[in-house]
């Protein structure tokens, strides 16, 4: 309903927002900007998830934050309110350690990341360098003729938030994949976290970094692509037509709603607003009609008051 229109639903009749929302059974929501920010729950989202999972619809968080392990995003879900369950959530963490597990990965991961990736490698049993600051001791001539060191086997590297990036991480990395059969994954591509008054880069800033000096694109495990949601969609879980997935970014959320076939929800608590989304419209390019979302509301729980 409303293929990408951009619809305000608050300026829908009442009558005509009822029927959307049962115009779908399972919902795929982005978690920063959509039902929390940092560590606090956005006003009505607690109350709204809840009431989708009490009549019956299902819920998935779909996160594209690599530094947190899916337990312990559950753990704050639940800490926060949500009714939540482990096989609810979705993380780029732990898609990355299974995509390495699905093909049989025997040799070493250099990490730039977080323990929220390491620990998902643990539960797999897959053997990495670990992670933590790595920063430079003093001149780059005594980094490159004394400091630095790359260890042996490694077969892949995954790119994920890492706020102690640093020039030998960086250095290291892009020497691991100097090796073209060494795997090169990143959790994803977001270019800044939602915040008032400060841009925080996003793990999409570190990830463009790496592929600039390895000379190499990465394999991105996180939305837009569908790698992230395919096993629900091959297993039967959710029925794309009939699945709605709620973001507050469009390059991320919204296109892969788009990439997968899914009613797409865009909320503004979050990154972008209908001004961006004007601008893809009056573009558009191919490109910009995929950003596009078939819904709009200013915040997920303007909703509530319609079920
Ligand atoms: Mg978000």
């Given at each position: 309903?409303?293929?990408?229109?951009?619809?305000?639903?608050?300026?829908?009749?009442?009558?005509?927002?009822?029927?959307?929302?049962?115009?779908?059974?399972s919902i795929l929501t982005?978690?920063?900007?959509?039902?929390?920010?940092?560590?606090?729950?956005?006003?009505?989202?607690?109350?709204?998830?809840?009431?989708?999972?009490?009549?019956?619809?299902k819920v998935f968080f779909c996160t594209?934050?690599?530094?947190?392990?899916?337990?312990?995003?559950?753990?704050?879900?639940?800490?926060?309110?949500?009714?939540m369950n482990?096989d609810e959530i979705i993380?780029?963490?732990?898609?990355?350690?299974?995509?390495?597990?699905?093909?049989?990965?025997?040799?070493?991961?250099?990490?730039?990341?977080?323990?929220?990736?390491?620990?998902?490698?643990?539960?797999?049993?897959?053997?990495?360098?670990?992670?933590?600051?790595?920063?430079?001791?003093?001149?780059?001539?005594?980094?490159?003729?004394?400091?630095?060191?790359?260890?042996?086997?490694?077969?892949?590297?995954?790119?994920?938030?890492?706020?102690?990036?640093?020039?030998?991480?960086?250095?290291?990395?892009?020497?691991?994949?100097?090796?073209?059969?060494?795997?090169?994954?990143?959790?994803?591509?977001?270019?800044?976290?939602?915040?008032?008054?400060?841009?925080?880069?996003?793990?999409?800033?570190?990830?463009?970094?790496?592929?600039?000096?390895?000379?190499?694109?990465?394999?991105?495990?996180?939305?837009?692509?569908?790698?992230i949601c395919?096993?629900l969609?091959?297993?039967?879980i959710i029925?794309?037509?009939?699945t709605?997935m709620i973001?507050?970014?469009?390059?991320?959320?919204?296109?892969?709603?788009?990439?997968?076939?899914?009613?797409?929800?865009?909320?503004?608590?979050?990154?972008?607003?209908?001004?961006?989304?004007?601008?893809?419209?009056?573009?558009?390019?191919?490109?910009?009609?995929?950003?596009?979302?078939?819904?709009?509301?200013?915040?997920?729980?303007?909703?509530?008051?319609?079920?």
């Amino acid at each position: 309903m409303y293929k990408q229109s951009a619809t305000n639903l608050l300026e829908l009749p009442e009558a005509d927002v009822k029927k959307w929302l049962n115009s779908f059974d399972s919902i795929l929501t982005d978690c920063d900007g959509v039902v929390w920010l940092f560590n606090n729950p956005i006003e009505g989202a607690v109350d709204t998830i809840n009431k989708f999972k009490e009549i019956n619809k299902k819920v998935f968080f779909c996160t594209n934050n690599s530094t947190k392990t899916r337990p312990e995003l559950l753990e704050k879900a639940i800490r926060l309110g949500f009714k939540m369950n482990k096989d609810e959530i979705i993380s780029t963490a732990h898609a990355a350690a299974a995509y390495l597990k699905n093909r049989n990965f025997n040799k070493k991961v250099y990490v730039i990341g977080s323990e929220g990736i390491t620990k998902e490698l643990d539960a797999f049993g897959i053997e990495h360098c670990g992670v933590g600051p790595d920063p430079i001791s003093s001149s780059l001539n005594q980094f490159v003729a004394e400091d630095l060191k790359l260890e042996t086997g490694i077969g892949a590297v995954i790119v994920g938030f890492d706020e102690h990036i640093s020039f030998p991480k960086l250095t290291k990395a892009a020497s691991y994949l100097d090796d073209p059969e060494c795997i090169f994954l990143a959790t994803n591509t977001d270019e800044r976290f939602p915040m008032p008054n400060y841009v925080i880069p996003g793990t999409g800033s570190i990830v463009r970094a790496v592929e600039t000096c390895a000379e190499r694109d990465s394999i991105l495990i996180g939305k837009p692509n569908p790698n992230i949601c395919e096993s629900l969609i091959r297993d039967g879980i959710i029925v794309p037509e009939r699945t709605l997935m709620i973001g507050d970014r469009c390059n991320t959320d919204i296109l892969l709603g788009t990439n997968c076939g899914f009613q797409t929800l865009l909320v503004g608590s979050g990154i972008h607003q209908l001004h961006h989304v004007k601008a893809w419209m009056d573009d558009g390019s191919e490109e910009s009609k995929k950003l596009i979302p078939d819904v709009f509301l200013p915040k997920l729980g303007d909703l509530l008051k319609f079920m």
